[in-house]
Structure formats: structure tokens, C-alpha cells
């Protein structure tokens, strides 16, 4: 089976690491805390400003992007996975888009080299603009483990997705779509997914 596999809040837990660094970026620059873990986008999960969120990934992009850590049994899973013979495609929407000028031209050296670091075995990395569903059929990708409620709802239109459980994706449900809690859970759900 082909298993589309997104990075952040998939591979990386983002809504911990925004939880952890948005508040001490908040503390460390003066600005209230005030957080909405209903919501992906940090501009409106902390109430920040445009310049205020570009300051924060200028300051914390390259740090988050190839040294925070993989979810914990992430590596193991997917290894397991491939093992079994499934092929395994990373999908991602990260791009060069607001990237900070030291680090502009980096983001697919950061993510092949987070990748390594961090045991994350695959087939082929395959970088999206927009939707990912044309991505996702394109290389007919049987099953995606997303979080983003938006991707979610897009390539359920097609594709099974396992939504991986996230504040910012609480109540989303519908046609193809199966919430996912750890990657123990996601090896459970594909292997009964065959």
C-alpha cells in the first residue's frame, strides 16, 4: 500500500512545540498570553500580529524544522511499515514561503537531514503548493495520515485519511476519515485497513 505521511503535527508534534515556544516567545517579548488551542494558524491561536509571528520564526524555524524531535514510535512504526512492504511518501506543504532570510533556499535540506536525524525511513518526499489531493492522487497514495482540518476534509474526498488527534482538528469527521491517536494506533488502523 502507498501511505502519504504529512510532517508537522504527523511526524512532529507542532501544537506541543507552539504550546512551549509561542508562550516563552510571549514571555520573552511582552506579549499576553493568550492562547486558542482551537485554532492551527499561530496568528490566531496566540492573537498575535503578522510581524509578530514572523519575528517568532525568525527566531525559532530553524531550530523547530531540524532539531525538534519526531513523535515518540514515529521512526519505529514507519519502519515496521516499510518492512512490511508498504511504500512510504512523505507529503508536505512546507516551503520557502516566510522563510527567514538566513535560512531562505534551506527547508528541503532541513527536512532530508531532519528526516536522517531522525530514523524516519522513506520511498520519496513530495514537496505540495495548495491542496495535496492532486499530489496524493497523482501518486496514488492509498491512505494519508494528516492533521490540518482542511487537508483532511479535501483528500477524504478521495482518499482515507487518518487524522491525527490535535486541539486544532477536534470534532472533524465524516467519510474516510478515522481519528488516530499515537502511531501504535496508526499501525493498528492500517493493518486492518489491508
Given at each position: 500500500?502507498?501511505?502519504?505521511?504529512?510532517?508537522?503535527?504527523?511526524?512532529?508534534?507542532?501544537?506541543?512545540?507552539?504550546?512551549?515556544?509561542?508562550?516563552?516567545?510571549?514571555?520573552?517579548?511582552?506579549?499576553?498570553?493568550?492562547?486558542?488551542?482551537?485554532?492551527?494558524?499561530?496568528?490566531?491561536?496566540?492573537?498575535?500580529?503578522?510581524?509578530?509571528?514572523?519575528?517568532f520564526?525568525?527566531?525559532?524555524?530553524?531550530?523547530?524544522?531540524?532539531?525538534?524531535?519526531?513523535?515518540?514510535?514515529?521512526?519505529?512504526?514507519?519502519?515496521?511499515?516499510?518492512?512490511?512492504?508498504?511504500?512510504?511518501?512523505?507529503?508536505?506543504?512546507r516551503?520557502?514561503?516566510?522563510l527567514?532570510?538566513?535560512?531562505?533556499?534551506?527547508?528541503?535540506?532541513?527536512?532530508?537531514?531532519?528526516?536522517?536525524?531522525?530514523?524516519?525511513?522513506?520511498?520519496?518526499?513530495?514537496?505540495?503548493?495548495?491542496?495535496k489531493?492532486?499530489?496524493?492522487?497523482?501518486?496514488?497514495?492509498?491512505?494519508?495520515?494528516?492533521?490540518?482540518?482542511?487537508?483532511?476534509?479535501?483528500?477524504?474526498?478521495?482518499?482515507?485519511?487518518?487524522?491525527?488527534?490535535?486541539?486544532?482538528?477536534?470534532?472533524?469527521?465524516?467519510?474516510?476519515?478515522?481519528?488516530?491517536?499515537?502511531?501504535?494506533?496508526?499501525?493498528?488502523?492500517?493493518?486492518?485497513?489491508?
Amino acid at each position: 500500500m502507498k501511505i502519504g505521511i504529512d510532517i508537522d503535527g504527523v511526524l512532529v508534534d507542532i501544537e506541543r512545540f507552539m504550546c512551549d515556544y509561542a508562550t516563552k516567545f510571549c514571555i520573552e517579548n511582552n506579549i499576553p498570553i493568550d492562547i486558542n488551542v482551537g485554532e492551527y494558524d499561530e496568528r490566531k491561536s496566540f492573537n498575535w500580529t503578522d510581524e509578530q509571528a514572523t519575528k517568532f520564526w525568525n527566531e525559532y524555524l530553524e531550530y523547530y524544522a531540524t532539531k525538534y524531535p519526531a513523535r515518540e514510535f514515529a521512526s519505529e512504526i514507519i519502519k515496521k511499515l516499510k518492512q512490511e512492504g508498504h511504500e512510504i511518501y512523505i507529503i508536505t506543504a512546507r516551503n520557502e514561503d516566510g522563510l527567514p532570510e538566513k535560512t531562505y533556499g534551506m527547508m528541503k535540506e532541513f527536512i532530508s537531514g531532519w528526516l536522517r536525524d531522525n530514523n524516519i525511513v522513506y520511498d520519496r518526499i513530495i514537496y505540495t503548493e495548495g491542496s495535496k489531493l492532486p499530489y496524493c492522487i497523482g501518486n496514488y497514495i492509498e491512505i494519508m495520515i494528516e492533521d490540518w482540518d482542511y487537508n483532511v476534509k479535501d483528500i477524504s474526498t478521495k482518499i482515507p485519511v487518518l487524522c491525527f488527534d490535535c486541539n486544532y482538528n477536534r470534532g472533524l469527521e465524516g467519510k474516510n476519515i478515522t481519528r488516530v491517536y499515537s502511531w501504535y494506533d496508526i499501525y493498528d488502523k492500517i493493518s486492518k485497513f489491508k
